[in-house]
Every structure is written in structure tokens, then in C-alpha cells.
């Protein structure tokens, strides 16, 4: 706290304000997880439906998060900050009064904007509150406190839905938007980059109408079967639009996304492992909270808790691994993340097929400590593997990679989920035609409105006699679970197989040493103490990121 102390009080509102923004927006954006199952019965959501509460909100940071932050250098950074507060305390607002399921998921569109537009300018303008010597310190704290609060808030989410309503979730949100616009407006200080910058027009609008094209296509092949024309039309349009911002930004001056490091594997494999993380990392996430709750019953709060067990690794292994990358191990971290994985959605599968709850706490315990493994050391092999002048250019392409593998995997994976659910429905509403102790047709159109989560659902289950109410009930647990089963063994195979490709042909698995010149500068830091290493660099050594210069 004695680094705390040596701000000035602006600098301190400076940073406890985007240090909230910061908090507040990454918490918002899938602690709504806990509350889906309840979020469906309100409204009689299907499956599909459902799924766009959670990739709406993610949709607009991945397209616009790369926009947003040269926005920030061509209109100022404190001013599209709060644009993007304001943005998200609207949609937050809108969130909690939604009267129905298309109201919901449009206004968490609205508030995924605001995440999109505020989240990368929080950092630009914290560092621009603070002194060039203390950036790593407060990158240090930001990174601390959303760590603690991504397993705090979905605790606090759990107890409303369990005890009041998920609406309050959103409604708290809107007091603390305000809170933060307030601070920003009077403590943080307007900078943007120099005069000159302008903006990519034509690649911000490629990038997000492509992005967004293809993710609506996965959305819609979950229905409609890839083969459909409404699935390959707009994915089809979306790749080209892709093709076409990548041939734009390769012969633009000053390109929105500079995409020439990804020629080298040092940074596009990486890059993979942090999109292949983050997809798997999500859709545990959102099914195994809906496989709590709907199969095993255990409610929002009980399901919160376990939920919780997951993100314990990213706050205890997160320094271990900093340290550990620093010495030069960040490919067998690599590595070692995506075989845990791998086994551990083995482990899960094994699990959610038994239905014992007890078996998917250890589960999920060594799950959580997969990401820490793989997020921090990915991100130093990109920034790494850049030359000083571009190093800025490679973590937009970290934090990116991660959003698109949230964003598309998602989409793929229910596309999958939804036609595996879809097929045993088939199968269990098929055998009704047959004869003996068989599905009757009035349970056949029960079973069939449990499955696709319609309004109707708990009132037809009341219309039937006990035994076939337990029937139906059985036979719609039993489509879901082969569903969830389906899901996590294609994402444990593409783990483990991509950990073998990764060695194969991005060469992961070699060169553990750390270089000679970092391990010596490491050893010279540790030996000149903290008082040399709070001078900063003397004039003629390393210079800081060309974002870092920015901010």
C-alpha cells in the first residue's frame, strides 16, 4: 500500500475509478451465466435463445474492441471511455427491465457495446493517469481485483437469483456506472495520440461486419444445418468480408490491425492455444451451469459455489506462472494447459454421464488451473516474439484472439450441442411409434416442449399423471445430458490433438531455456534491488511498447 500512497489523491481517484470500470465490465460480462436457467423459465427460452444472452454481449467486443481503441486515439481516450460507460449503464437498465427474451438479449447487445468501447480504454487512461514507472504496478492491481471479483460476483448473482431476482444483478449495475462516469469526468485527464492518427474506416467496418456475419451463420446452423442456404449464405459472405479486411490492412499505411506478425509461429500459435482456452473456458461455463441446475437440480446457489472452484487457480497460480514464463518455461506451460484440459474434460464427461456432483468438484477444481496456465504464458510469447516498435500490434492480436475464440467457438460448439440434443429428442420421440410401454402422444408433445424450452413446459408437465411426468422429465435430462457429452469429448479431443499439432509444427515443446540476455537482466534486477529498478530504464535502453507510449 506504500506505492498506493505515493499517488497524488487525482492519480488515486484516477485509478480507483478505471480499476472499477475495469472490474465492473468484466464481471458483467459472464457472471449472467449462473442465472440463466432462471432467466429461461421466466421467459420460456430455448436452448438457442438462451445462448445469445451470453454472445451478445460478447459479439460487440469481439468486432468493435479493436475499433474502439483507436477511437480513443483519434477522439481522445477519456471521451469514448465514458461513451462506454454510459453505453453500458443503459443496457444494463434496459437488462433489468426487459419484459421478454428478444428485449433481453438486444439490451445485453447495448450493454456489450459499452464493455466493447470502455474496456480497452480503461487501461489506456489508467496509465496515462499514473507515472511511466508505475504502469506495471497498476496493471498489477487492475489484474488483482478482477481476478478476485470474476469468483466474488458470480457468488453474489447466485444469492439474488436464489433469494430475490436476476434483474437486481443488472440493476446494480447502473448506480455504479454512474459512480464511474462521475470520477472519470472529474479525476482523469483527456489524451489521444498525436496529431496525424486517423482512422481506419474501411477495416473497422470489414472486421466488424465479417466477425459478426460468421457468428450469426454458426447461430443459425444450430437450426438450420450448415447445408442451409440462410447458414452458407452469411457465412459465406463473412469469410469474404475477413479475406477482404486482411488485404486491405496489409496495404494500408496505418492499418487498424496490424497483421504481418502473424506470419511468424511464435505468434500465431499462441494465439490459437489463448482462442482454444478461452471457447473451452466459456462453454464449461455455460453448460455445466445449465447441467447443474436443470439435471442435478442443485439451484443457483449451490451451482455458483462449484462454479466458483473453477476460477480458484487463476488467482493462487497466476504470480507462479508470471515467474515461471519470466524463466523462460512458457511452452511447456502451454503445453501442460491444454493437456489438463484435455483430461479434465475427459473427467467432466465421465462425470456429467454418472450425474454425481461429487466427482465434478475435483473436476473442476483442476480445470481451473488450466487458464492461468496457458493465458499468461501465450500472452509473454506473442509480446516476446515482437520486435520493441510492435509490441503494442501484438497485444491488441492477444487480447483479440481471445474474444474471437469466445465469440466463434461458442457459436460452433451449440451448433453441435443443439443437434446432438436435437438427435436424441428424435430418437426418444421415434420410439413412441412403436409398441409396448412406449412415449403416448400426449407425452410425446410434452417431451418435445421440455426439449426446446418453451413457455409451455411447466404446464404441460402439470397435466400429466405422476409416472409419465417423471418419464418425460427422464427423457428430456437424457437428450440434454448426451448433448453435454457430445460437447465436452469433441472439446477434449480438439485439446489433446491440438497440443501434439502444436508440438509437431509450432515447436512448443522445444526450447524451454530462457534466453542468456533475459535470464542475466533477470538476475541483475533481482541483484540492483527495488530502488534501481524504480528508476526506469536510462536513457538509450529498452523503450517502453509503442501502446504503452500511446497511453
Known amino acids: 500500500m506504500g506505492t498506493l500512497r505515493e499517488l497524488t489523491p487525482q492519480q488515486r481517484s484516477a485509478m480507483i475509478a478505471t480499476v472499477t470500470a475495469s472490474v465492473l465490465l468484466f464481471s458483467s460480462l459472464t457472471s449472467v451465466i449462473v442465472a440463466l436457467p432462471r432467466i429461461q423459465r421466466d421467459f420460456g427460452l430455448d436452448s438457442s435463445a438462451l445462448h445469445w444472452v451470453v454472445v451478445a454481449a460478447l459479439l460487440p467486443l469481439c468486432a468493435v474492441a479493436v475499433v474502439s481503441g483507436r477511437l480513443g486515439d483519434v477522439l481522445g481516450r477519456r471521451r469514448v471511455f465514458l461513451l462506454g460507460m454510459v453505453c453500458f449503464g443503459i443496457g444494463s437498465a434496459l437488462c433489468a427491465a426487459a419484459p421478454d427474451g428478444l428485449v433481453l438479449v438486444v439490451a445485453r447487445g447495448v450493454q456489450g457495446l459499452g464493455i466493447a468501447l470502455a474496456v480497452p480504454l480503461a487501461l489506456a487512461n489508467l496509465?496515462?493517469?499514473?507515472?511511466?514507472?508505475?504502469?506495471?504496478?497498476?496493471?498489477?492491481?487492475?489484474?488483482?481485483?478482477?481476478?478476485?471479483?470474476?469468483?466474488?460476483?458470480?457468488?453474489?448473482?447466485?444469492?439474488?437469483?436464489?433469494?430475490?431476482s436476476w434483474r437486481w444483478a443488472f440493476a446494480a449495475c447502473v448506480p455504479l456506472s454512474a459512480l464511474v462516469v462521475l470520477m472519470a469526468r472529474r479525476h482523469l485527464v483527456e489524451s489521444r495520440a498525436p496529431t496525424g492518427t486517423s482512422m481506419d474506416v474501411p477495416g473497422a467496418v470489414l472486421i466488424a461486419a465479417g466477425l459478426t456475419l460468421v457468428v450469426l451463420a454458426c447461430e443459425r446452423s444450430s437450426d438450420l444445418g450448415f447445408a442451409d442456404p440462410g447458414t452458407l449464405l452469411p457465412l459465406v459472405a463473412g469469410a469474404a468480408l475477413l479475406a477482404l479486411f486482411a488485404a486491405v490492412e496489409l496495404r494500408t499505411a496505418e492499418p487498424l490491425l496490424d497483421l504481418r506478425p502473424l506470419r511468424s509461429s511464435a505468434v500465431s500459435v499462441p494465439m490459437v492455444a489463448l482462442a482454444l482456452v478461452q471457447c473451452t473456458s466459456l462453454a464449461v461455463a455455460v453448460y455445466v451451469t445449465l447441467y447443474l441446475q436443470h439435471v442435478l437440480d442443485l439451484g443457483a446457489l449451490r451451482t455458483g459455489l462449484l462454479l466458483a472452484a473453477s476460477s480458484v487457480g487463476t488467482v493462487v497460480l497466476s504470480p507462479f506462472v508470471g515467474r515461471l514464463t519470466d524463466q523462460g518455461y512458457g511452452p511447456r506451460l502451454i503445453l501442460a494447459g491444454l493437456a489438463v484440459l484435455g483430461c479434465c474434460l475427459l473427467w467432466l464427461t465421465y462425470g456429467v454421464t454418472s450425474r454425481h456432483g461429487t466427482l465434478l468438484v475435483p473436476a473442476l477444481l483442476v480445470f481451473g488451473l488450466a487458464p492461468p496456465l496457458v493465458y499468461p504464458a501465450a500472452t509473454a510469447m506473442i509480446m516476446d516474439s515482437a520486435p520493441g516498435s510492435a509490441r503494442g500490434v501484438?497485444?491488441?492480436?492477444?487480447?483479440?484472439?481471445?474474444?474471437?475464440?469466445?465469440?466463434?467457438?461458442?457459436?460452433?460448439?451449440?451448433?453441435?450441442?443443439?443437434?446432438?440434443?436435437?438427435?436424441?429428442?428424435?430418437d426418444l420421440l421415434a420410439s413412441a411409434a412403436g409398441e409396448g410401454d412406449e412415449f403416448t402422444?400426449?407425452?410425446?408433445?410434452?417431451?418435445?416442449?421440455?426439449?426446446?424450452?418453451?413457455?409451455?413446459?411447466?404446464?404441460?408437465?402439470?397435466?400429466?399423471p405422476g409416472a409419465a411426468h417423471e418419464r418425460v422429465g427422464a427423457a428430456a435430462d437424457s437428450a440434454f445430458v448426451t448433448a453435454l457429452e457430445a460437447s465436452l469429448l469433441t472439446l477434449a479431443g480438439l485439446m489433446l490433438v491440438s497440443a501434439v499439432l502444436l508440438v509437431m509444427v509450432g515447436g512448443l515443446g522445444r526450447g524451454a531455456a530462457p534466453p542468456a540476455g533475459r535470464a542475466r537482466a533477470a538476475r541483475s534486477s533481482r541483484r540492483a534491488g527495488p530502488a534501481s529498478r524504480s528508476a526506469g530504464p536510462a536513457a538509450g535502453e529498452r523503450r517502453w511498447p509503442a501502446w504503452r507510449r500511446r497511453c
Open 127 to 164: 496509465t496515462a493517469a499514473l507515472p511511466e514507472r508505475r504502469h506495471g504496478w497498476a496493471i498489477g492491481v487492475q489484474t488483482a481485483f478482477t481476478s478476485f471479483f470474476g469468483v466474488a460476483v458470480p457468488l453474489g448473482i447466485a444469492l439474488l437469483v436464489e433469494f430475490g
Open 394 to 426: 501484438a497485444a491488441s492480436l492477444s487480447v483479440q484472439s481471445r474474444q474471437i475464440g469466445a465469440t466463434l467457438g461458442l457459436a460452433l460448439l451449440n451448433a453441435l450441442f443443439t443437434t446432438a440434443e436435437w438427435d436424441e429428442r428424435n
Open 441 to 464: 402422444p400426449r407425452e410425446q408433445r410434452a417431451l418435445d416442449t421440455v426439449l426446446s424450452r418453451e413457455e409451455e413446459r411447466e404446464e404441460l408437465l402439470a397435466r400429466l
